[in-house]
């Protein structure tokens, strides 16, 4: 496809979708702030987002509306299935220098993966990078709650061998519960609470909020990770706290799930 501003030829290596419902966490806590990091405004059906290199091996990060078509290209991926994702340039939001995710693959026979020089996308932006792993922090806490979703039976069994948290005496994990309990009596920013099908008839639950982020299925159990907890998973006491102000747990997810943006 043509991509960059210099009207070349872009060889794409992934994408990903970044909508209401779906966006790599890495991004934000939220869709607007995702949408934010990368010079766009937020749009209902939100976009698609290209990541590949031109000839001379530079990484290019190309915004388009196109939504179904780059969920098409993704969906066929998995699949294991070929599928030429070649965006019609009118579709183009903005192409960015560099790529906010990390990825592990190149395009042979074109140099190896650099980032253009600052500006040569036109914004004046410096290029877009995945963040360091080396501190913790808040994209690292989203990032550690994106890989419990997706490896969720394995995280699932280690923390309930290791014992998981201390307990809703723990003040973090009090707070987040607080603050996503909160999200089911005034709605947050879109992409704050999202739900996605689990499997017999469970979902897969993540919110995030300042600090803090939670993954849950609606039939088992929540997990919580801190910014002030390096690392650290820890699991969702199933008894509420009326003292407290805290729900049952199944109470919460459920009234959570509710409120959740799903995909469409």
């Known amino acids: 496809m043509s991509d960059d501003e210099g009207g070349g030829s872009l060889y794409v290596l992934s994408a990903v979708l970044l909508t209401p419902a779906q966006f790599p ?37 190309v915004v388009v509306d196109d939504v179904s078509l780059v969920a ?28 906010p995710l990390d990825l592990s693959v190149a395009t042979p026979g074109i140099p190896e993966p650099h980032d253009p020089e600052q500006g040569a996308d036109g914004t004046g932006r410096v290029p ?20 419990v979703a997706r490896e969720w039976a394995d995280w699932r069994e ?5 014992g998981g948290a201390a307990g809703a005496a723990h003040p973090g994990l009090a707070r987040a519960l ?35 982020s939670l993954v849950a299925r609606t039939d088992d159990a929540a997990f919580v990770l801190l910014d002030e907890e390096p690392g650290e998973v820890l699991a969702v006491p199933r008894e509420g706290d009326p003292g407290a102000g805290l729900p049952e747990l199944a109470e919460l997810l459920a009234a959570l799930d509710r409120i959740a943006v799903r995909p469409a």
Do not use: N
């Not at 939100?46 to 000839?55: A, F, P």
């Open 25 to 61: 966490g890495i991004l934000g806590d939220d869709f607007p702030e995702a949408c934010s990091l990368l010079g766009v405004q937020p749009t209902a059906q939100g976009y698609g987002l290209v990541l590949g290199q031109d000839e001379e091996g530079a990484r290019w990060t």
């Open 72 to 99: 098409m290209a993704i969906a066929s991926w998995d699949c294991g299935m070929e599928y030429d994702l070649s965006p019609d340039e009118r579709s183009i939001v903005v192409s960015l220098a560099g790529w």
């Open 128 to 147: 877009l990078a995945p963040p360091s792993g080396e501190a913790w922090g808040p994209v690292q806490r989203r990032m550690g709650a994106d890989q």
């Open 158 to 162: 280690q923390v309930a061998t290791d």
């Open 178 to 212: 607080k603050e996503a309990l909160a999200y089911t009596q005034s709605p947050p920013p879109p992409g704050r609470v999202r739900s996605s099908f689990a499997g017999e008839g469970a979902r897969t639950l993540r919110a995030d909020g300042p600090g803090w």
